[in-house]
């Protein structure tokens, strides 16, 4: 069974910079077939996803909240996940998960997860 784990969270102040990162165990080559994702949960709120990428890293999707600040991607070699947050704003904070969607785009339908890493945006 895989296991994810997310690290790279922390505190910022509004228009700062973080980069998410998640390992996850198993085999590079299946791995590297497997689509990628994050999702976030605020408190009080439902699950949103927020970016996708393709087993080879060809293709990625993106919510609109984040289109053109975030960055995913990842490195097959590693069996880790990336993502890159510039311009964070405060409605950003919440859990941030790395996850295997059940389908390679925006969603909320997760075949498996991590434990989560927290982001809090100060403004």
């Known amino acids: 069974q895989v296991q994810l784990e997310e690290s790279g969270g922390g505190s910022v102040q509004a228009g700062e910079s973080l980069r998410l990162s998640c390992q996850g165990t198993g085999h590079s080559s299946a791995y590297s077939r497997t689509c990628m994702a994050w999702f976030r949960q605020a408190p009080g709120k439902e699950r949103q996803g927020i970016a996708s990428?393709?087993?080879?890293?060809?293709?990625?999707f993106y919510a609109d909240s984040v289109k053109g600040r975030f960055t995913i991607s990842r490195d097959n070699t590693r069996n880790t996940l990336y993502l890159q947050m510039n311009g964070l704003k405060p409605e950003d904070t919440g859990m941030y998960y790395c996850?295997?969607?059940?389908?390679?785009?925006?969603?909320?339908?997760?075949?498996?997860w991590g434990q989560g890493t927290h982001v809090t945006v100060s403004s």
């Open positions: 990428i393709s087993g080879g890293g060809e293709s990625t």
């Open positions: 996850a295997i969607p059940r389908v390679c785009s925006i969603s909320t339908d997760f075949l498996a």
